[in-house]
């Protein structure tokens, strides 16, 4: 079940750390957002170091569907009647800009980057479309409005954004990484105010940058209640009809489309993480009924970290922690939202003003209708008698008999048969008892 991009690309090798060394920055986490932020890091001049317990883009990065856009969802009507127009413009000025970013740091990597137009559609709900079009007008920006998408299935209409992306990401990192100041199979097991501890090496350093997807650090910012995790899933198809541009459903259970070359990328079985979903058994109902001929190349899984009002959390790690900078929360898009985050996070590195900056502010309200939803799932997963229980927080974890494996619907953690970690905020393995 590894995705085409791990089939298809060859990432650099690093040698772990071993000794005590000394660094300005140091970025704990080797997924997208951990690299950009070390190649900027390293372009500014700045004294960085990179960890990473595994090798790098071994995380959520190899999962991703690949699109590069600032379309997130319906989200722009959302913050404009919550946020407010000028939070909504600062949300929409960042993405676009990650995306140019994208555009111009792509001009000499071989990655099969593509130009194309992204779609957000609705089977059901063409009001919801254009409040999205309306919203997007009245902070600048004029989409494109597709009376009938492109797609073999029924829609009422879909919202679109010109000059947005798709490409190959690992051959990206791949060449990103390139003489970057990383080491791998450099696990972190204690965290202090200024030193890391792994098993061979010790790290003194004055400010630090979590990159890890799902924050590690339990006892500051309350990130265990302000977010859940999401799994999708996703098949790639060859011998079915070409998607000439991006598609993804403005319901978080419908389908995503995309092509990478001759194969199509249908997304979608969505659903909480140690909750049932439909998976790949829905995606390929919808495989077989409206492409009948078309033959499953490839298969994988990916995970989401969700907020409660569905914007980032790019910022100070808290109030109380000065020189530690996080980047999360990235609710389904990951492209665009790491870019994002490595500038903001590179400007306050380098004690620069970024006018975007307050609407990821991580410390905003957390007083949202899903903290209460969160709240909820936890304490009924901690109630809950099990003697198979996740070291995070001590949930019940949940057998998921799609992907063999036993998961934690409060924060998402993941372990194999074995109870080695796949997905954090479990910071090791599980000793409980097997299946």
């Given at each position: 079940m590894n995705s085409i991009w791990t089939e298809t690309a060859k990432m650099p090798k690093f040698k772990p750390l071993e000794g005590e060394v000394h660094?300005?920055?140091?970025?704990?986490?080797?997924?997208?957002?951990?690299?950009?932020?070390?190649?900027?890091?390293?372009?500014?001049?700045?004294e960085y170091l990179l960890v990473e317990g595994r090798t790098i883009c071994s995380g959520i990065t190899k999962n991703t569907t690949a699109k590069i856009t600032a379309q997130h969802g319906?989200?722009?009507?959302?913050?404009?009647?919550?946020?407010?127009?000028?939070?909504?413009?600062?949300?929409?000025?960042?993405?676009?800009?990650?995306?140019?970013?994208?555009?111009?740091?792509?001009?000499?990597?071989?990655?099969d980057f593509e130009e194309r137009t992204n779609y957000v559609y609705s089977t059901v709900d063409r009001h919801k479309l254009e409040q999205e079009t309306d919203a997007l007008e009245k902070i600048g920006y004029s989409p494109l409005f597709q009376e009938k998408a492109n797609l073999p299935i029924a829609t009422v209409g879909a919202v679109g954004f010109t000059r947005q992306a798709q490409f190959h990401p690992l051959k990206f990192l791949a060449a990103i990484a390139q003489?970057?100041?990383?080491?791998?199979?450099?696990?972190?097991?204690?965290?202090?105010?200024?030193?890391?501890?792994?098993?061979?090496?010790r790290i003194t350093f004055q400010r630090v940058i979590f990159a890890t997807h799902f924050p590690i650090d339990n006892k500051h910012g309350l990130y265990f209640l302000k977010m859940y995790q999401h799994?999708?899933?996703?098949?790639?198809?060859?011998?079915?009809?070409?998607?000439?541009?991006?598609?993804?459903?403005?319901?978080?259970?419908?389908?995503?489309?995309?092509?990478?070359?001759?194969?199509?990328?249908?997304?979608?079985?969505?659903?909480?993480?140690?909750?049932?979903?439909?998976?790949?058994?829905?995606?390929?109902?919808?495989?077989?009924?409206?492409?009948?001929?078309?033959?499953?190349?490839?298969?994988?899984?990916?995970?989401?970290?969700?907020?409660?009002?569905?914007?980032?959390y790019i910022g100070l790690y808290a109030k109380s922690m000065p020189q530690c900078f996080v980047a999360t929360g990235y609710h389904k898009w990951g492209m665009s939202t790491a870019m994002t985050a490595a500038m903001l996070l590179t400007d306050r590195i380098l004690g620069?003003?970024?006018?975007?900056?307050?609407?990821?502010c991580p410390s905003r309200s957390i007083w949202k209708?899903?903290?209460?939803?969160?709240?909820?799932?936890?304490?009924v997963n901690l109630l809950t008698p099990t003697t198979r229980r996740c070291p995070h927080l001590g949930c019940a974890l949940k057998w998921n008999e799609a992907e063999h494996s036993w998961d934690c619907s409060c924060h998402g953690s993941r372990f194999?048969?074995?109870?080695?970690?796949?997905?954090?905020?479990?910071?090791?393995?599980?000793?409980?008892?097997?299946?």
């Open positions: 660094t300005d920055v140091l970025i704990i986490g080797g997924g997208i957002t951990g690299l950009l932020c070390a190649h900027f890091l390293e372009k500014s001049g700045v319906l989200i722009y009507s959302d913050l404009l009647k919550n946020a407010g127009p000028e939070r909504a413009r600062m949300y929409l000025e960042a993405n676009l800009k990650a995306v140019e970013n994208y555009y111009e740091l792509c001009q000499n990597i071989d990655c003489g970057l100041k990383i080491h791998e199979h450099t696990f972190v097991t204690k965290l202090s105010e200024d030193t890391a501890v792994t098993e061979n090496a799994r999708s899933y996703v098949i790639a198809l060859e011998n079915a009809a070409s998607i000439t541009e991006m598609y993804v459903d403005e319901d978080k259970k419908g389908l995503s489309f995309r092509n990478y070359g001759e194969l199509l990328l249908m997304g979608g079985g969505a659903h909480r993480t140690g909750k049932r979903g439909g998976d790949w058994q829905e995606l390929r109902e919808y495989a077989a009924k409206y492409y009948p001929q078309a033959k499953e190349r490839y298969c994988w899984a990916t995970q989401d970290c969700i907020p409660l009002d569905n914007v980032p620069r003003d970024n006018p975007h900056s307050e609407v990821f209708p899903q903290l209460l939803i969160n709240c909820a799932e936890s304490a194999d048969v074995q109870g080695g970690l796949i997905d954090n905020p479990a910071n090791g393995d599980w000793k409980g008892p097997k299946k």
